[in-house]
């Protein structure tokens, strides 16, 4: 089977078959990993070995810290927030007291996940702001599906010392990812590039292209979608920005974070603060060693991306209206979600003949490919797991449907 959902996503095939031995007898050791203490030397190797491999996959400096978290790529929408405004009261002691409502977070509102981002910090007290809300913009309509040019965000004045500038790389619903080589960095207003951390939530294409994390304040990523199981969340942190203990901050205005949320706990105690998702990194670990030893690394990954989306895209651009992008703006089509609406004659979207498409897709073996709810059509993810050979399938499946649809 094919599967070319959104996520969970599969793994490799070697790597599954290399955890199931791990789970049921770890190196021999008679006993599973998930059995093992999370305190054993043996467990302590599994997770340096998933750090270092990490490390070398996205050149992370050594004044990061690596943080192997659970609760998810949501749990982050409020743990950036709140670790960056502790860390904000603690560098700014007097900003809160001659600004009630506390320093700017900025979002850049390019789909469904920074939205959700950005309500979590405004529940929590955050002055969040959104740059730019894609589905303001002329001709949207409501929907996601372009990014304005920086020139047209409304950036908070870098003289506010904003907390954080937020994006998502990859908008795993909407279908939308900054263009190739990644978000505009070099873009931003010097000032404000120098001045404000930048967070990027890349849960759903990280490893599938090269990142700058010395240039970001947190990158972070849940790994069920281009890494392993659900269950970890990596948070790349730069070490200074966690320096103090957020609690320092609290006398200054700053927000009482729970403690399994406060990265200098994670950091102090190498992930080991409290039980870590034991099995999720295992796993986590065998793909990064994976995709480091035998398929090229990050510019293998890359490379790769580029031929499987670039194989999908050429079919709905030649498919005469058959196919429809549901994302407007062409550089911002994401190569991991691809999101289209089959069409009538009419050039109207059908769900009869999405209908039609996703049976001949189940017949080719290829899996959950109906798009998300709140976009409704296709949406078919080629995580890093998925080959190129299953990537051809569905390209012969695209093609053989304009042909039936043609007859
Ligand atoms: N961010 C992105 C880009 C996602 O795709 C998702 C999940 O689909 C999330 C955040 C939320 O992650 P989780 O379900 O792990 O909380």
Same mark, same amino acid.
């Given at each position: 089977?094919?599967?070319?959902g959104?996520?969970?996503?599969?793994?490799?095939?070697?790597?599954?078959?290399?955890?199931?031995?791990g789970?049921?007898?770890?190196?021999?050791?008679?006993?599973?990993?998930?059995?093992?203490?999370?305190?054993?030397?043996?467990?302590?190797?599994?997770?340096?070995?998933?750090?270092?491999?990490?490390?070398?996959?996205?050149?992370?400096?050594?004044?990061?810290?690596?943080?192997?978290?659970?609760?998810?790529?949501?749990?982050?929408?409020?743990?950036?927030?709140?670790?960056?405004?502790?860390?904000?009261?603690?560098?700014?002691?007097?900003?809160?007291?001659?600004?009630?409502?506390?320093?700017?977070?900025?979002?850049?509102?390019?789909?469904?996940?920074?939205?959700?981002?950005? &309500?979590?910090?405004?529940?929590?007290? +955050?002055? #969040?702001?959104?740059? /730019?809300? =894609?589905? !303001?913009l002329? $001709?949207?309509? *409501?929907?996601?599906?372009?990014?304005?040019?920086?020139a047209?965000?409304?950036l908070?004045a870098?003289?506010?010392?904003?907390?954080?500038?937020?994006?998502?790389?990859?908008e795993?619903?909407?279908?939308?990812?900054?263009?190739?080589?990644?978000?505009?960095?070099?873009?931003?207003?010097?000032?404000?590039?120098?001045?404000?951390?930048?967070?990027?939530?890349?849960?759903?294409?990280?490893? &599938?292209?090269?990142?700058?994390?010395? +240039?970001? #304040?947190?990158?972070? /990523?849940? =790994?069920? !979608?281009?890494? $392993?199981p659900? *269950?970890?969340?990596?948070?790349?942190?730069?070490?200074?920005?966690?320096?103090?203990?957020?609690?320092?901050?609290?006398?200054?205005?700053?927000?009482?974070?729970?403690?399994?949320?406060?990265?200098?706990?994670?950091?102090?105690?190498?992930?080991?603060?409290?039980?870590?998702?034991?099995?999720?990194?295992?796993?986590?670990?065998?793909?990064?060693a994976?995709?480091?030893?035998?398929?090229?690394?990050?510019?293998?990954?890359a490379?790769?991306?580029?031929?499987?989306?670039?194989?999908?895209?050429?079919?709905?651009?030649?498919?005469n209206?058959?196919?429809?992008?549901?994302?407007?703006?062409?550089?911002?089509?994401?190569?991991?979600?691809?999101?289209?609406?089959?069409?009538?004659?009419?050039?109207?979207?059908?769900?009869a003949?999405?209908?039609?498409?996703?049976?001949?897709?189940?017949?080719?073996?290829?899996?959950?490919?109906?798009?998300h709810?709140?976009?409704?059509?296709?949406?078919?993810?080629?995580?890093?797991a998925?080959?190129?050979?299953?990537?051809?399938?569905?390209?012969?499946?695209?093609?053989?449907?304009?042909?039936?649809?043609?007859?």
């Amino acid at each position: 089977t094919i599967n070319l959902g959104a996520g969970p996503s599969s793994l490799p095939t070697p790597v599954l078959l290399e955890a199931a031995q791990g789970i049921v007898d770890f190196g021999g050791s008679g006993m599973g990993l998930t059995e093992l203490s999370h305190r054993s030397a043996t467990f302590q190797r599994v997770l340096s070995a998933a750090e270092a491999d990490l490390r070398s996959l996205l050149a992370v400096p050594d004044d990061y810290a690596v943080l192997f978290m659970q609760g998810g790529g949501t749990e982050q929408f409020s743990a950036t927030a709140l670790n960056l405004l502790a860390a904000h009261a603690v560098a700014h002691p007097d900003y809160v007291a001659q600004h009630p409502a506390g320093p700017p977070c900025d979002y850049a509102v390019s789909g469904s996940w920074t939205a959700k981002a950005m &309500s979590e910090a405004k529940r929590l007290g +955050a002055n #969040a702001r959104a740059v /730019f809300d =894609a589905r !303001k913009l002329p $001709g949207a309509d *409501g929907r996601f599906g372009a990014i304005p040019p920086v020139a047209e965000w409304q950036l908070s004045a870098a003289e506010e010392k904003p907390a954080m500038l937020y994006y998502c790389d990859n908008e795993t619903v909407d279908g939308v990812e900054y263009a190739s080589p990644g978000f505009p960095i070099a873009e931003l207003p010097q000032a404000y590039r120098e001045s404000v951390p930048l967070v990027a939530d890349c849960s759903s294409n990280i490893l &599938s292209r090269p990142i700058d994390v010395a +240039a970001h #304040a947190i990158v972070f /990523f849940g =790994a069920q !979608k281009n890494v $392993g199981p659900a *269950g970890v969340t990596v948070v790349i942190v730069r070490r200074s920005l966690i320096a103090e203990h957020p609690d320092k901050g609290v006398a200054h205005g700053g927000p009482r974070i729970p403690t399994t949320l406060v990265y200098k706990q994670h950091a102090d105690n190498g992930s080991l603060y409290n039980t870590p998702p034991m099995f999720a990194i295992y796993a986590s670990g065998l793909v990064f060693a994976d995709l480091l030893r035998n398929r090229g690394g990050v510019t293998g990954a890359a490379s790769r991306a580029d031929m499987k989306s670039g194989a999908v895209y050429d079919v709905i651009a030649s498919s005469n209206g058959l196919f429809q992008p549901t994302v407007r703006q062409a550089d911002v089509r994401s190569r991991m979600n691809i999101c289209f609406r089959v069409c009538g004659a009419d050039g109207a979207p059908s769900e009869a003949r999405e209908t039609a498409f996703v049976a001949r897709c189940k017949e080719a073996g290829i899996e959950q490919v109906k798009g998300h709810r709140s976009v409704g059509g296709i949406r078919t993810s080629l995580y890093n797991a998925v080959t190129p050979e299953q990537t051809l399938v569905l390209v012969d499946v695209m093609k053989a449907f304009v042909k039936e649809m043609q007859e």
